[in-house]
């Protein structure tokens, strides 16, 4: 062993619970096991350490570089006569548990199973200041002179030690030990030989009892099946293979896009199976007494309007009244058997609830998978240290295709090349004039984007106005239905048009720019492109809360909702012509044209962000078409097939550096900061907005638009479930008072939506828990950084004291 | 499915599923790739037979790995030191590497991977070898020996923490604890 000796170093737990301060005296207990170890170890190595000291003796001498601080230590062979004991450091140190890797089975089991016994008793760590620079294995414990004969092996020891932990702790002990397979199963032989109670397999072995044979056969059986139903629900996961595939051609970054559609179909299928149950399957049973049902031509999937306006799609169609009400004296329609169970049904009430419950599960959901996706992705100190985490972490396993193998080490090795560069860079820093031009290229860049985030703004805004005059004119001038409806889909294709273009103007911004760090230029990217869409859809918010959408139908909320469901269908169509357009040409241009072998990389952040605009979508008009998110599914379901599809066939996995699961993080948080959070808003605002409202004297018959353009949302007098009343908000405070009116025991029932709901200073109490707690986690992980360096400069430390 | 669990006996399949992180499915899946593996008359008792490693590296998953050497060598018992593996091996390597796999046994036989020349700490014989290995064997793709010499000193700056010159399993698993990609891209899914 041609190096220094070095002390791998653990910070000694005390094997009672009670927290008492770590002894020297503790520490023989603690390392017994090491003992054994050394015991047995120092005979097999003895004779090795004799030949390498020999070998040392023909070496040169100047064989370690002269900047190693450790390197003299005196390691020339005459020094090792000074030094008694210096043979026996060196077979001490070299049987450490951190050497014997893979070579000493009661090693591997005695350290395990005193870390696993330790991991199970502690119940905290104990505080750094308390753990003193002695209590630290020392070298005096060890016997250096004699080695007295011990005949136990390591092995007996280990298997003791097993067999006196619970079944449970045993089994997932033997799971975790890193031996091999072979071991493993003959230790456990060795313990089932051991155990001094009989098994369950003499008990069942035992003839002469029919009832425990009997006993037996039911457990066997209802096993077998529990372990089939096991494998079914293995096997059926969605999308299991396609994945994998995925995987393995293109690694873990293109993979984390296609988990996020996978995550969205989930959360859109949750809340149109809600949807489903409670508000729209009932509204199917008691149709409501239609005008004049329109015939269906295909017009409709891409408008709307047409045959699906007075249908389950949008909120018009939704009644009032209480359904199947006994009371009622002209059921509209609906024939009850005689003799059937009256279940009246208030639909408003569902409707409204059914709504804020899937907004409500959805919050949950995604709160807390924000939450268990921050603590996988989030680890202390992953800052720094990047050249070693590369260098040990970044081989893809996954990766199987032999030409996506070599893309790989080429884009490995660009990138370590790039942080090599980084670092020599860093050491020699630019110059005045060019940090002074790199500054005023970074103000310009983002001033122009802001600026074209300004310019699509008010193009979008003038282009409305220009259509809802034309449209009005259009309906003075009694023009077709499906020319009206056609010059609805104007204004959607505008702003998908924009959606899909401006992010190809801010790459190239992007690359005339040329940041720092391949990373920044990601977050660049994605906070302008959101920037420009979220802005976009705050505009039309405001359009649509102030009713300057017109349409054919009487009800400003289904027109809403047409419109709505126009701009999801029109997402939709543009992702499909960005898809051909952005990865199937351009890769039949570079083929053919400019004859190069690479294919266009799979732009991921303009991906997400295309789903997370969709699903903003959806979420702002959930409340004007209940089946919006059923819409969503079907669209979710197909992006998926085009978009593997269109990978498969014509990308290539990026080339810069994408932590994935960081990044996974930052989409799911996304989704949830202002795309969530802004359609909750949104539709909060709709169902509440009397609370909200400023106006002075008498309310006017129009919605007020004052000074602060804060609007009154009154709902349609002629369609859907709220018709006639002020706010949405009233048919819960009309429920809660027929409530308490009816029955004056539970009065403390309406203390709830008075003083938890309508009262602001719960919404700000919320709020201030949960900054509380990111305060406090912040605060807690800068300890553990803390704690972190000081144990590194300890080790540091004691190394130069040892080697001294 | 049914056909190759007939071959496996039921007390090696709970066997297997107690001691690996493998379930009942890809145990089974892993049984039936590798008797594919043998030749058709071995493929009776695929259990106790040891499959060469030139066999081994034709399996799709191992192919183009550029660890596939070292895989086989850490993972096999055989004693005549040629690398072959038995099926328990293979289901050893299968799982160490599958989803329900620690971040700790990951770690250390990713270590035991690295460590070219076995002496149970990564020294800057093992990090050389390791970054040709993760750049590929073309000779305009790897780091020239500036820049290879700038790494290695980088890498023993950045995680050697008791400063002897080499990387031992303790300071191995605090660099791939600050990783939190590591446990998704060490995985090999059959």
């Not at chain 1, 220094?4 to 390392?31: C, F, I, M, Q, Y």
Request: aromatic share 10%; glycine share 4%; proline share 6%.
């Amino acid at each position: 062993m041609s190096r220094p000796p070095t002390v791998t170093l653990r910070v000694p737990e005390n094997t009672e619970s009670d927290g008492r301060e770590p002894s020297p005296d503790n520490e023989g207990a603690l390392h017994s096991s090491f003992c054994q170890l050394i015991e047995e170890q120092s005979s097999l190595v003895a004779g090795a350490i004799e030949v390498e000291l020999q070998e040392r003796g023909r070496e040169p001498s100047a064989l370690l570089p002269p900047s190693d601080p450790v390197a003299t230590t005196g390691l020339e062979p005459e020094q090792s006569e000074q030094h008694p004991g210096y043979a026996t450091t060196l077979r001490i140190l070299a049987n450490m548990p951190s050497r014997t890797i893979g070579r000493s089975r009661g090693a591997i089991i005695s350290q395990y199973y005193n870390r696993t016994a330790r991991l199970r008793r502690r119940s905290s760590r104990p505080p750094l200041q308390q753990l003193s620079l002695t209590a630290q294995p020392s070298l005096r414990q060890y016997d250096l002179g004699s080695d007295p004969a011990h005949t136990t092996l390591a092995d007996e020891q280990s298997l003791l030690e097993l067999l006196s932990l619970p079944p449970a702790q045993r089994s997932h002990m033997l799971l975790e030990v890193p031996l091999s397979l072979e071991e493993k199963r003959s230790l456990r032989r060795q313990l089932s030989q051991k155990r001094s109670t009989p098994g369950l397999r003499s008990r069942s072995a035992d003839p002469t009892s029919p009832c425990a044979w009997c006993q037996d056969c039911i457990v066997l059986g209802c096993r077998t099946f529990w372990y089939r139903f096991l494998a079914l629900v293995h096997t059926s996961q969605p999308w299991h293979y396609a994945l994998k595939q995925i995987g393995g051609r293109f690694g873990s970054s293109v993979l984390s896009y296609f988990l996020f559609l996978k995550t969205l179909l989930l959360l859109n299928i949750f809340s149109f199976l809600l949807l489903l149950v409670f508000v729209v399957a009932l509204q199917a049973a008691y149709p409501p007494a239609v005008a004049s049902p329109r015939p269906f031509t295909g017009l409709e999937l891409l408008t709307g309007a047409g045959s699906f306006t007075h249908s389950l799609l949008y909120y018009g169609y939704y009644s009032n009244t209480t359904l199947n009400d006994p009371s009622a004296s002209s059921p509209s329609g609906s024939t009850s058997p005689p003799g059937a169970t009256q279940l009246p049904y208030n639909m408003p009430l569902a409707y409204v609830f059914t709504i804020g419950a899937s907004f409500f599960a959805t919050c949950i959901l995604l709160m807390y998978s924000i939450y268990h996706s921050f603590g996988k992705s989030y680890r202390v100190g992953s800052s720094t240290g990047v050249l070693a985490i590369k260098v040990f972490c970044a081989w893809d396993f996954k990766v199987v295709q032999r030409r996506s193998v070599k893309l790989q080490s080429e884009n490995i090795c660009t990138q370590l090349k790039e942080l090599l560069a980084e670092q020599r860079l860093r050491s020699c820093p630019l110059s005045l004039p060019q940090r002074l031009r790199h500054i005023t290229v970074l103000l310009l860049a983002w001033l122009l984007a802001l600026g074209t985030v300004l310019g699509c703004v008010v193009a979008v805004y003038y282009f409305s106005e220009h259509m809802h005059m034309v449209q009005q004119e259009q309906g003075a001038a009694a023009g077709s239905e499906w020319q009206q409806e056609g010059v609805l889909l104007a204004l959607p294709l505008i702003v998908s048009l924009l959606n899909t273009l401006m992010p190809h103007f801010y790459n190239l911004l992007a690359a005339w720019e040329k940041q720092d760090s391949p990373g920044a230029e990601v977050y660049v990217a994605i906070c302008r492109n959101l920037l420009l869409k979220m802005v976009v859809l705050g505009l039309l918010c405001y359009q649509w809360l102030s009713r300057r959408v017109v349409c054919s139908a009487k009800c400003w909320e289904t027109c809403v909702g047409q419109d709505l469901y126009r701009f999801v269908v029109m997402d939709f169509i543009f992702t499909l012509l960005d898809t051909g357009f952005g990865e199937l040409l351009w890769r039949l241009i570079l083929e053919k044209k400019l004859k190069s072998k690479q294919k266009p990389e799979f732009d991921i952040a303009r991906n997400v962000l295309e789903l997370i605009y969709g699903q903003t979508l959806t979420w702002l008009g959930v409340l004007f078409a209940p089946l919006l998110p059923a819409v969503q599914v079907l669209k979710l379901l197909l992006l998926f097939y085009i978009k593997k599809t269109s990978l498969m066939q014509n990308c290539q996995s990026p080339s810069k550096p994408w932590q994935a699961s960081h990044m996974s993080t930052v989409f799911i948080t996304l989704l949830f900061f202002p795309s969530f959070l802004g359609a909750a808003v949104f539709v909060s605002y709709t169902i509440w907005s009397s609370r909200v409202v400023l106006y002075v004297g008498a309310p006017p018959e129009q919605p007020p638009i004052d000074s602060l353009c804060l609007l009154r949302v009154k709902p349609s007098e002629t369609c859907g479930p709220f018709q006639g009343l002020q706010t949405i908000y009233q048919t819960l405070k009309v429920w809660v008072e027929l409530l308490e009116e009816s029955n004056p025991n539970i009065a403390w029932f309406s203390w709830i939506p008075q003083y938890l709901v309508e009262n602001t200073i719960f919404l700000f109490f919320l709020t201030g828990v949960v900054l509380a707690i990111i305060y406090l986690n912040i605060h807690v992980l800068r300890g553990q950084r803390r704690i972190i360096r000081l144990l590194e400069e300890q080790i540091a430390n004691v190394c130069e004291l040892c080697v001294l | 499915m049914g056909g190759s669990s007939s071959l496996l006996p039921r007390e090696a399949l709970e066997e297997y599923q107690e001691l690996t992180f493998l379930n009942k499915q890809e145990i089974l899946l892993a049984y039936k790739r590798f008797s594919e593996l043998l030749p058709k008359e071995r493929r009776e008792n695929a259990c106790s037979t040891r499959v060469p490693k030139s066999q081994i590296l034709t399996l799709p998953e191992l192919r183009a790995n550029p660890f596939q050497h070292r895989i086989c060598h850490v993972f096999s018992t055989s004693e005549d030191g040629d690398d072959s593996m038995s099926f328990e091996d293979f289901l050893d390597m299968l799982s160490v590497f599958s989803d329900a796999a620690t971040s700790d046994i990951k770690s250390r036989y990713a270590f035991r991977i690295f460590d070219f020349d076995e002496d149970g700490v990564l020294d800057r014989k093992d990090l050389e070898k390791l970054v040709n290995c993760l750049t590929g064997q073309g000779e305009e793709a790897r780091l020239n020996s500036t820049e290879m010499e700038q790494l290695i000193r980088n890498v023993l700056e950045e995680s050697d923490i008791d400063k002897d010159g080499t990387i031992n399993l303790a300071e191995f698993q605090h660099v791939i604890s600050r990783s939190p990609d590591f446990v998704s891209s060490f995985k090999i899914v059959l």
